[in-house]
C-alpha cells in the first residue's frame, strides 16, 4: 500500500491527488466528465496508430470486439485468450488487495477494473490514457461496474503526472509501441515505480529476416508502430535497472515482466 495515500474511506480522486506532481494536484475533477483530466497541453496523442483510439465509434466496440478480434491476429493461434491476458497481467504484476497499480494506456479501462477488484478496498487501480473518447467509455463502464478502488485520468505517456516511487506495478498492455517515445515511457515506469516494484508489458516484437518479419516492420511503417526487435525490450529495461522476470512471445507480440531493482 502508498504509505502517502489517503485513508481508503476517502473517494479514489481523494486518495489519488497526495501521488500527483505538486503543480497539477489541485487540477479539478469536472464531474461532468467523471475522469481526472491531467493532460497538460490539451492535446490528444495523433499517430496513425492512435487515430483510431480517439473515435467514438471504436472505443464503444473496443473491449468487445475490437480487442479480442484485431490483437488476437497479431497473437497467432497460439497466443493467449483475453481471458488468459487478464489473468496473465495480475500474475506478471503479482497484484494483491493494498496495492497501488497504474495500468498506462488503459483504453476503456477493461484491464484497469479487473486490477480494482483484486487490490479493493485499501488499494488504488489508476487508468491513464490520452483518448477523451476511451476515458468517457470507461467512466461509463466504471458507473455500471461500481467498482470502489479505481479512477480514471487523462494524459500523455511521455510524461507522467505522477510523483516518483508511488506504484508497487505498473501494466502496460497493447499501447507501448504506439507512444512517440518508448523509452522516454519506459524511463518514466521505472520513475514512478517503488523500488522493487513490478511492470507488465505486452507489445509488438519481430524477429528472424524473412518475408514475414519483413511484411510486420511494413505495417510498422505504415501505422506508425514501433516493431521492437527480438532483444530490444531487455536492453532497454536492464539500461534502467530492471531484472526481467519472463519474456515470452506469440505471433508478432511479446509479454514481459519485469522488476525495479
Ligand atoms: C490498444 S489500446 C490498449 C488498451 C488496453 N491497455 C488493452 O490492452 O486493451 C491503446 C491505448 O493507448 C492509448 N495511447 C496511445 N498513445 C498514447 C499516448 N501517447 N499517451 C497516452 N495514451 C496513449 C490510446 O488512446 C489507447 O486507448
Known sequence: ??????KSSATPVERLRPLIQPRLRK????????????????KEPVTTSTIAMQLPLVSAIYERW??????????????????GE??????????KRGDYVLDLACGPG?????????VAPDGLAVGYDGSRSMLERGVRELNAD?????VLVRGEATQLPFEDETFDSVCCFAALHMFPEPEATLAEIARVLKPGGRVALFTTTVS?????????HAFGVVSQMRMFREDEMRELLEGLGFAVDSQRSAGVTQLVAAVRA
Open 1 to 6: 500500500m502508498s504509505p502517502t495515500a489517503a
Open 86 to 95: 487478464y489473468a496473465e497481467a495480475q500474475q506478471m504484476l503479482k497484484l
Open 110 to 118: 477493461n484491464f484497469t477494473r479487473r486490477f480494482a477488484r483484486t
Open 66 to 83: 475490437w480487442r479480442p478480434g484485431l490483437v488476437r491476429i497479431a497473437k497467432g493461434v497460439n497466443g493467449p485468450s483475453m481471458s
Open 27 to 42: 487540477q479539478p475533477l469536472n464531474p461532468e466528465v467523471g475522469y481526472l483530466d491531467l493532460s497538460e497541453d490539451r
Open 146 to 150: 461500481e467498482t470502489p478502488a479505481m
Open 208 to 216: 528472424g529476416g524473412g518475408p514475414p518479419a519483413l511484411a510486420a
